[in-house]
């Protein structure tokens, strides 16, 4: 397989932007900036998340069994790069954003364009990379949609010509 | 949860469109129009597929253990539409579209902008949707690409302002 041909493959895959969330029985708050994210299934609703496993959001979730989706709008750059590092909670807020706890224990960001709360269903767990399974159990949009909701959404070329995750 | 929320917020997420396809052993073919893709891992170069339980590129990758994704670039609505409904191999086409048997045994389309071969690694099992797991053997770019490769790719909403799969 030619190394060049697989990353570019793989670079055609368009990503929104997403602000995974979990939260401990002891309190403790994880964010981690995520693009590998699809629906999985209509019913029950179902999405996938990819996430690192060495991340502090992966220990996190995998204890709550219960994580969010906090989709970034267009425009919401600085919560994209922000949340590419971890950071710690301060009160109600981590990285200095608002957030409360929403259906599923998660934290929701209040700023996020909408938010995806999920509870864990399964896990695929895979060297560096685990697959997070969920089903929706909670959902809220934040903003005025005229067109359609994907033209709302942060993506990973807003963040710059040079800006993968993938490949 | 409110269902238009849920609806709305799953349709934020953006998705380009592939042909997934597979051929059995005994020489069936299968072809269909899939959006549910994601990377899933680097190392191995994993990418997770979201197929329908009843679709017969579902049984024809079970069985056969591999497929491919063919990454359909901007302009290419015709083959995104063609492969909605199964159709019938003729020869060494599908649909109209030439293929040959790539390195994992799964149809290349000649015409794709791309393809990513996949061996079958894992696969989920949920009522009506399915999750494949492939780890990438193969992959190829048949487009000059001069900017980002995911600005190169067909989406969603390339097939019109009401055509989603997905919420």
């Given amino acids: 397989m030619d190394a060049q041909s697989k990353k570019a493959a793989l670079r055609m ?11 401990s029985k002891d309190g403790r708050v994880a ?20 996430v690192k496993a060495d991340s502090h959001a992966h220990a996190v979730i995998k204890e709550s069994r219960a994580f ?3 989709v970034l709008g267009k425009g919401q750059q600085d ?6 590092k971890a950071l710690d909670r301060d009160g109600s807020s981590i990285g200095g954003e608002a957030f409360s706890s929403g259906e599923s224990g998660a ?8 938010v995806l709360e999920c509870s864990l269903v399964a896990t695929s767990e895979r060297r560096a990379d685990s697959v997070f399974r969920g089903e929706v159990v909670g959902a809220g949009v934040n903003r005025e949609i005229a ?17 993968f995750y993938g490949g």
Wanted: avoid cysteine; charged fraction near 10%; aromatic fraction near 12%.
């Fill in 13 to 23: 895959i368009p990503y929104g932007l997403y602000v995974l969330t979990g939260e």
């Fill in 68 to 70: 969010a989706l906090n």
């Fill in 79 to 84: 919560l994209a790069f922000a949340f590419f």
């Fill in 107 to 114: 934290p929701v960001f209040a700023n996020a364009a909408a």
């Fill in 147 to 163: 067109g359609r909701p994907d033209t709302e959404t942060l993506v990973l070329g807003d963040l710059g010509d040079s800006v």
């Fill in 31 to 50: 964010a981690s900036t995520v693009n590998w994210v699809t629906q999985a299934s209509f019913e029950p609703p179902l999405v996938a998340v990819g």
